[in-house]
């Protein structure tokens, strides 16, 4: 199976802050990599596909790219509703897998 | 506008089995492949499985964890899914959503426990 790994676990940032998050794949996926938004009691919120492609509806703060096995996240400038938890998820091969989550924090 | 709907949680002993429902409404039903995913209390999320489309000859895929106990199929008259869980473990108590990965629903709970 292909394994996710996301770093860092947790974060604190502030408004305003640039945020990056990376997703490692233990083997190639191209670019079949979703990232999605996850708030307390709620489903999760597709932000980009295709490692690069943003959603439709979500802000163009949030941008994805890839390097290789190693994908990133990365938000321009935070804002108050972006404190959440971040996963990634490979839809390359099955079984499709999850990264274990990143938690952003207000600082 | 786009509706997905989960049903059929509850609590279940260990052992026991249910038959989880996600019903839909405002996209092309028939020509989605339906995932369900997977979330513990605290927990991240967990790919559980999919079904492809009629085109994709209504093939399925399941994680190591769930597979041979869990099944997915699908009616496509009733833009419906569903997720039979069968020999369920208290490992499984969670929060399960059916999603097309853009769409998702708002889970239903299960709980295993004696």
């Known amino acids: 199976d292909i394994q996710l790994t996301q770093s860092p676990s947790f974060l604190s940032a502030s408004v305003g802050d640039r945020l990056t998050i990376t997703c490692r794949a233990s083997q190639g996926i191209s670019s079949f990599l979703a990232w999605y938004q996850q708030k307390s009691g709620r489903a999760p919120k597709l932000l980009i596909y295709?490692?690069?492609t943003l959603q439709t509806g979500v802000p163009s703060r949030f941008s994805g790219s890839r390097s290789g096995t190693e994908f990133t996240l990365t938000v321009s400038s935070l804002q108050p509703e972006d404190f959440a938890t971040y996963y990634c998820?490979?839809?390359?091969?099955?079984?499709?897998?999850f990264g274990p989550g990143t938690t952003v924090d207000i600082k | 506008e786009v509706q997905m709907v989960e049903s059929g949680g509850g609590l279940v002993q260990p052992g026991g089995s249910l038959k989880l429902s996600c019903s839909t409404s405002?996209?092309?039903?028939?020509?989605?492949?339906i995932h369900w995913v997977r979330q513990a209390s605290g927990k991240g999320l967990e790919w559980i499985g999919l079904i492809r489309s009629k085109g994709y000859g209504y093939a399925t895929a399941y994680g190591a964890s769930v597979k041979g106990r869990f099944t997915i199929s699908r009616d496509d008259s009733k833009k419906t899914a569903f997720l039979q869980v069968n020999s369920l473990k208290t490992e499984d108590t969670a929060v399960y959503f059916c999603?097309?990965?853009?769409?998702w629903g708002q889970g239903t709970l299960v709980t295993v426990s004696s």
């Open positions: 295709g490692a690069s």
């Open positions: 405002g996209f092309t039903f028939s020509g989605s492949a």
């Open positions: 999603t097309t990965t853009n769409y």
């Open positions: 998820l490979q839809l390359s091969a099955f079984p499709f897998t």
